[in-house]
């Protein structure tokens, strides 16, 4: 019936105001609830997810080492040709040549944090760090070489 | 005791003793009107600091909290700000209707202040038609809202102040059927009588569950009179730009946004009034140290107290619901609240008249 109808959406409407205006005043009285970061001021205890993609580097070890066997693997699937390897050949003590890296550029002004460059590395040689504070006056400072100067590739990595 | 009706008194024996009656007139009338306009810029900041802190912590956010202790003084900083800001006229617009807007808005919310009792015995006019009064003068509202869209010549503003008209015209009705109801139990239009009537309980407890659904209706259609969402869209940021205000800028923008919160205050005030008895303490039958100390507390306190409650209410509504629809907007007024608060109004008129209520 019409007014039976009637009556039934205005109770139902006033309820679902009601369980709306509930879940505010939880969040209204509950302030541990709340998400916001006090960012410059804890810069020191702030806590990211670790899902968190900032900038990709590549670690090195104590001895100046890294993993990166200069495959370019991760250089073809950059999307937007963010990562360029520059390969040099190595003479190996047994006076072989072996392809090495010279340097991993990384243009972090073109790089979307896609991680596509990570699931693509076969021998996790870059990963994505946490940094996110890549301001910079002069445009060329966001060009990086990941490897550091002087390393060079870890034993046993092929 | 301490209590606002000994100052006014004590003012009044003192201009009394010094000047002749013209001349304590005079001076009576620029201290109401210094103390209203210095009620205002106190309510402005308060309650824009309340409903930015309201809202962040509704929103899981902390607010403003990096202008002095605690982000108190967010929005004196926010005034000063404005009060640099400068305040442009359109090269289109209509000039005089424009500059002249805003003042409107705010001498509305000004008159509105008259018959409001903000303590026992405090009040600036004690008129014997007071509800009349509020719901005759807080119609004039829309005219500053239309004054302002069309002067403004921008089609934003001009949408905006039509649909302003439209939802206000139409709330008033519902608004005014729910204080209805408890003009009615009282059997007066005096305000002050209103009160009176509340001494031994409030209307919404005294008058069952007609006068809570009036209450609700009222709330809803005073919400809606104010231009507040889920109201709001005069306003309307998503869409409309600013509406009404999208020209406006510096203090002209800062009156409308002052007259805003004023009205809020002011609708507010008037619910304290009507249905949780002004500045009557609260009493519970016969228990009668209980009532004792609510004795004890000031009227004022109780006044500001009801009427704060219910700009949180209100605050509350706007951070939950989501905005209408044009045409949800009026389906709500003449298809639910409207019927519903004439039925309403019938039910009370029998309880009135059986002598139903306590």
């Known amino acids: 019936m019409f007014i039976v109808k009637y009556i039934k959406d205005v109770f139902s409407g006033l309820k679902s ?25 804890n810069r020191d205890t702030l806590v990211l997810a670790e899902r968190f993609k900032g900038e990709v580097v590549m670690p090195h070890d104590e001895n100046n080492e890294h993993r990166c066997t200069g495959c370019t693997a991760c250089e073809l699937a950059c999307p937007n040709a963010t990562l360029k390897v520059v390969t040099k050949f190595d003479i ?42 890549h301001s910079v006056f002069n445009r060329a400072d966001l060009t990086k070489i990941l490897n550091k100067p002087g390393s060079k590739i870890m034993d046993g990595v092929e | 005791m301490w ?31 210094v103390a209203v306009i210095g009620l205002f810029a106190v309510l402005g900041l308060v309650l824009v600091l309340m409903e930015r802190r309201v809202a962040a912590w509704m929103q899981i956010r902390l607010g403003p909290n990096r202008v002095g202790p605690f982000g108190l003084m967010q929005s004196m900083a926010d005034t000063l700000k404005l009060l640099v800001k400068e305040g442009m006229t359109p090269d289109g617009a209509d000039k005089f209707l424009f500059n002249l807007a805003p003042f409107i808005a705010m001498i509305v919310a000004m008159l509105l202040m008259a018959p409001i009792a903000f303590a026992k015995d405090f009040q600036l006019w004690d008129l014997n038609i007071g509800v009349l009064y509020i719901s005759a003068v807080s119609s004039i509202m829309v005219i500053s809202i239309l004054m302002a869209g069309w002067a ?28 209805l109801t408890v003009v009615i139990l009282t ?47 005069a306003e309307a940021e998503s869409e409309l730009t600013a509406g009404f205000h999208t020209e406006y800028s510096g203090m002209k923008f800062a009156l ?103």
């Open chain 2, 152 to 179: 403004s010549n921008n089609k934003y503003s001009l949408m905006g102040a039509m649909r302003s008209g439209a939802q206000i015209v139409s709330y008033e009705l519902s608004a005014g059927l729910s204080i």
């Open chain 1, 17 to 41: 105001l009601l369980v709306g205006m509930r879940r505010t005043g939880y969040y209204f009285t509950h302030h541990k609830e709340i998400i916001t970061e006090q960012y410059p001021d």
């Open chain 2, 3 to 33: 209590s606002l009706n000994k100052i006014s008194t004590a003012i009044h024996d003192w201009l009394s003793a010094t000047f002749n009656p013209t001349w304590t007139m005079i001076f009576e009338m620029v201290i109401a009107g």
């Open chain 2, 187 to 233: 059997g007066s239009l005096n305000v002050n009588d209103i009160i009176n009537a509340q001494a031994n309980g409030w209307w919404i407890f005294k008058g069952h569950v007609p006068v809570i659904i009036s209450f609700i209706i009222f709330i809803i259609a005073v919400t809606a009179e104010t231009n507040r969402a889920p109201f709001d869209l």
């Open chain 1, 92 to 133: 190996t003590p047994e006076g072989k040549k072996k392809k090495a890296i010279d340097k991993l550029v990384y243009h972090l002004e073109l790089c979307t944090m896609c991680n596509l460059c990570i699931v693509a590395c076969p021998s996790d040689a870059i990963v994505m760090a946490q940094t996110f504070e």
């Open chain 2, 256 to 358: 409308f946004f002052l007259a805003e919160y004023i009205n809020v205050f002011i609708v507010c005030a008037i619910g304290a009034t009507l249905f949780l008895g002004g500045w009557m303490p609260f009493h519970i039958g016969s228990w009668d140290a209980f009532n004792h100390v609510m004795d004890y507390i000031p009227s004022s306190v109780w006044f500001f107290g009801k009427t704060f409650f219910l700009i949180f209410v209100i605050m509350w509504f706007r951070w939950t619901f989501p905005r209408l629809r044009i045409d949800q907007l009026l389906n709500l007024e003449w298809k639910y609240l409207l019927p519903i608060s004439m039925f309403n109004l019938l039910l009370v008129t029998a309880i009135a008249i059986l002598g139903w209520h306590f």
